[in-house]
């Protein structure tokens, strides 16, 4: 079950969202869907609350996923993208892809380094793999400009299209190629695109929280240290076990916008408003891989549902944690 400490879930800025990016129809669409689901309609005032003290986890899943209909046709199931992968992390990326693929998503894209491509694609061919990242030693200090630009301009040809992104499974840290995934991230804002950001993804916001505060449709998953250097930067102190919710909502506020997925035995979700725990068991393994398992599950409901809907039904980690 879902505990929340004064939980309730507002559209409001859904709304705020629909009238700017009206062109964007596939934003539209998320937004729309997300307002059917909660019992809401998409052309009101947008005052829908819902309390999710005590909410039913599979009801809501339920409620929320796309019905398979034969009626349907590639793609509105969801298409979904990974931003991450290099020479030395390629499973990351994979399974987080794949995740979304194995709960119903239609399309999962890799967009990755070249040297990661051919192992991913090796891994399935389900995935489709853009070999477009570049990292410092393969690139020119005089060319640097000209390979971001490059960069940028291909993983925006995409853009619109995807659901969702999920930065970081498998980045690195290479100085040039967290620039390039910067530059993605803000473009991916213009949008309003959907971001869930983990792996090296925390850490490149960390150290520019600029790139995600203030948004809305932001979903943090720290783990244990990702999670300890957050605190450190925005709260300036250190983890307090003690008053952990308290924590999480003082941290969250400090980066505004954004929700917050803190892993752990108890996972705590925080949108800025409220604290909620999953009491939900999970497997007891720490193993590298489930950090990026758990990253893919939440794609597929973000495929057609906007970045508030998380605060629902990231209850699924727990009971998808182990495949």
Not at 68 to 93: F, M, N
Not at 127 to 132: D, F, G, S, T, Y
Request: glycine share 8%.
């Amino acid at each position: 079950m879902l505990s929340g400490h004064g939980m309730s879930t507002r559209l409001t800025s859904l709304n705020a969202a629909k009238s700017s990016v009206s062109v964007f129809s596939a934003v539209l669409r998320r937004q729309q869907f997300l307002i059917r689901s909660l019992g809401g309609s998409p052309d009101q005032n947008c005052s829908v609350k819902m309390s999710v003290m005590e909410a039913d986890a599979m009801k809501i899943i339920r409620r929320i996923t796309p019905t398979l209909d034969l009626s349907r046709y590639k793609g509105q199931a969801g298409k979904i993208a990974v931003v991450g992968g290099c020479r030395e992390y390629t499973g990351a990326p994979y399974f987080a892809a794949i995740s979304a693929l194995k709960i119903g998503a239609d399309l999962s894209h890799v967009f990755c380094t070249k040297d990661a491509a051919p192992i991913i694609k090796c891994y399935s061919p389900e995935l489709i793999v853009h070999p477009v990242l570049e990292e410092s030693y393969n690139v020119k200090d005089e060319d640097k400009g000209i390979i971001a630009n490059k960069v940028l301009s291909e993983v925006k040809k995409w853009m619109e299209r995807f659901d969702c992104l999920v930065i970081g499974p498998g980045l690195g840290r290479d100085p040039f190629l967290l620039d390039c995934v910067s530059e993605i991230i803000k473009h991916a804002r213009q949008l309003n695109v959907p971001l869930v950001i983990d792996g090296d993804g925390l850490f490149l916001v960390t150290n520019s929280l600029d790139l995600v505060s203030g948004y809305p449709f932001a979903v943090l998953t720290p783990n244990v240290n990702e999670y300890k250097r957050l605190v450190q930067k925005v709260l300036n102190c250190e983890v307090n076990e003690e008053e952990s919710s308290a924590e999480l909502l003082s941290l969250v506020k400090g980066i505004g916008g954004v929700t917050v997925l803190r892993k752990g035995n108890s996972d705590l979700i925080c949108d800025g408003d409220a604290v909620c725990s999953v009491s939900i068991f999970g497997s007891p393994r720490r193993c590298g891989g489930q950090g990026d398992i758990l990253s893919g599950r939440p794609k597929y409901v973000l495929t057609t549902l906007v970045i508030e809907c998380i605060r629902l039904i990231t209850i699924q980690a727990k009971i998808c944690f182990v495949l």
